[in-house]
């Protein structure tokens, strides 16, 4: 229970198995067309995007930071990507490669520019990023001509939609960026130099750190994991929607790693409690979808849930109210004992 993931994975569950009241069929998984089909490959399927936003925001959290341009970077990315392609005819993949690699320059490019912004020049990192998260998705439209751009080009709708080894191509994106980042950070300093920033900049300064490099880094990958989300998400509905394409991703990803367990103060941070909180939030969204929750209510019920979490995870809260029922556990045994 000490453990950070602990609750986490608790109100995962619990969020999976109230669905078996309404299908009974939530956790059953099939194989059709050669794929495998349920609602469970859904959820990871789905929750894709924001798996990638939430791994890219824990490190720049970590920092003491936070990037609330991810969802206008995911727009962004997904605009040039169908743009790139939306004439695009037959099985020629050199559309395809000429869009991933400008969707991945201009992530950079919004990376760099979040991370000019906060470790050179010294801007908040909410000021900093909030221009981008306006901006962002004025660019956006003007890519899309404030319309809806729909993609008939089935190798860019693979990456999103498409299969391999009978999973969602997706899936392992996500999978690759995420074993990238834990070695990164898990299995050389650059993890350490992350904490040892957020935790005290200056006295990292002090020890030797290259704080400023160490942020640009940081704010560059968190715009690379929105690019490459954005690629997803266009893919899979094989259109770009400059105006609500990755809208309110970022609070979500910011939800996400709190509840799995880092800090907004900076400092530790933990990737795999950022994938569970990601995973509840999309699997949250789906239930709601499933039983026929109104969709208008639907922000409510995500923060009720983030809240319980939050203090399921408080220990000065598990103290008082676990501490509420001991003594009175206790008290009611003394009782018993005195009165025999």
Sequence with gaps: MKSKLF???????IILFINLFFDKSFFSIEVRNGYLTGSLIDILNRGAPLLLVSIG????????????????????????????????????????????????????????????????????????TLILMVAGRGIAQLITDGQIMTVYYDPYTFIGGGYWLMLPFSIFIVAVVLIIAS?????????????????????????????????????VFSGLCAGIGGLILSSNVASADGNNAGLWYELDAILAVVIGG???NGGRFYLMGTVIGALIIQSLTTTIYSIGIAPEINLVVKAVVVLIVCLLQSPEFRKKVFGVFSVKKAKEKSEGVSVS
Excluded: C, H
């Design 7 to 13: 609750w986490p994975i608790v109100v995962l569950l």
């Design 57 to 128: 925001m824990t490190l720049v959290i970590a920092t003491k930071g936070v990037d609330l341009g991810v969802g206008s970077v995911i727009a962004m990315a997904g605009a040039v990507g169908a743009m790139t392609v939306s004439g695009a005819k037959g099985d020629s993949l050199l559309p395809l490669f000429t869009a991933i690699g400008l969707v991945i320059g201009i992530s950079i490019l919004t990376g760099i520019w979040n991370g000019v912004l906060v470790s050179r020049i010294g801007v908040q990192p909410i000021v900093a």
């Design 183 to 219: 070695l990164l950070t898990r299995k050389t300093a650059l993890g350490l130099f992350i904490e040892s920033v957020g935790t005290n900049p200056e006295a990292s300064r002090l020890s030797g750190i290259n704080s400023k490099n160490i942020l640009l880094m940081v704010y």
């Design 262 to 264: 880092t800090s907004l």
